[in-house]
């Protein structure tokens, strides 16, 4: 199906354990993001990437890991997984046209223990 | 402060009522986005604005650039409306969205 897909929805990982987190889109969309949700704190920005090879910095890129070797998949991995990191992720993707708007994924709830 | 605030934090409402979330925001931008939340769900998309004013159904975007002020409306409220709002700004020249806190709206029958 197009759209935007996140797996997995659900995953518990211990503390210290590398975790990633796949997104992938069939858009073709240039631009992907990764955001947590976390109460009090709203959506942050963790990482961004406005084409494939070429990733940025967010809000709160510390402890995260991105790569993007191909449009269509932008996977975010936790190289060793902390308490602080337990929160619900979401994946967004936008064309390059700034008319464009954003599609955001069903998003993957981390618990970390 | 937030570069993006939006007001009440919290509201609840009794179904059928008109609504309205409102959003200020501190930085020049080229877009601004209204997204809605359901509990546990995912985020969707409601609007995208960069002037005027948009309309589906029974939601109504408005934008003032000068005043750098939006306001979401709902009119004839439902339980089914129930919702978190976000409000987002993408900067000039940048591409990334900075979120407002959001607005937990409560729609009582």
């Known amino acids: 199906d197009a759209g935007i897909t996140q797996s997995p929805r659900y995953k518990i990982t211990e503390t210290g354990r590398q975790v990633t987190l796949m997104c992938h889109q069939t858009?073709?969309?240039?631009?992907m993001f990764w955001y947590r949700q976390d109460l009090g704190h709203g959506l942050r920005l963790i990482y961004y990437?406005?084409?494939?090879?070429?990733?940025d910095k967010g809000e709160v890129p510390d402890g995260y890991v991105v790569s993007r070797s191909k449009t269509e998949n932008f996977p975010l991995t936790l190289e060793s997984a902390t308490r602080s990191q337990t929160s619900v992720y979401f994946c967004?993707?936008?064309?390059?046209?700034?008319?464009?708007?954003?599609?955001f994924g069903s998003g993957t709830r981390l618990t970390v223990v | 402060k937030n570069e993006v605030e939006q007001s009440p934090q919290n509201l609840t409402a009794q179904e059928g009522e008109f609504i309205t979330i409102n959003c200020s925001y501190s930085v020049g931008i080229s877009a601004l986005h209204w997204l809605q939340q359901h509990p546990g769900g995912g985020i969707v998309s409601l609007f995208m604005l960069s002037s005027g004013k948009k309309k589906h159904g029974r939601l109504i975007a408005t934008i003032n650039i000068q005043e750098k002020h939006s306001s979401l409306h709902i009119t004839a409220s439902h339980p089914r409306d129930s919702a978190v709002y976000i409000c987002?700004?993408?900067?000039?020249?940048?591409?990334?969205?900075?979120f407002g806190q959001g607005t937990r709206l409560t729609i009582n029958p």
């Open positions: 858009w073709s969309h240039s631009y």
């Open positions: 987002a700004v993408r900067s000039q020249g940048a591409q990334k969205l900075v």
């Open positions: 990437s406005a084409a494939a090879d070429i990733t």
């Open positions: 967004a993707s936008s064309a390059e046209d700034r008319d464009y708007g954003y599609t």
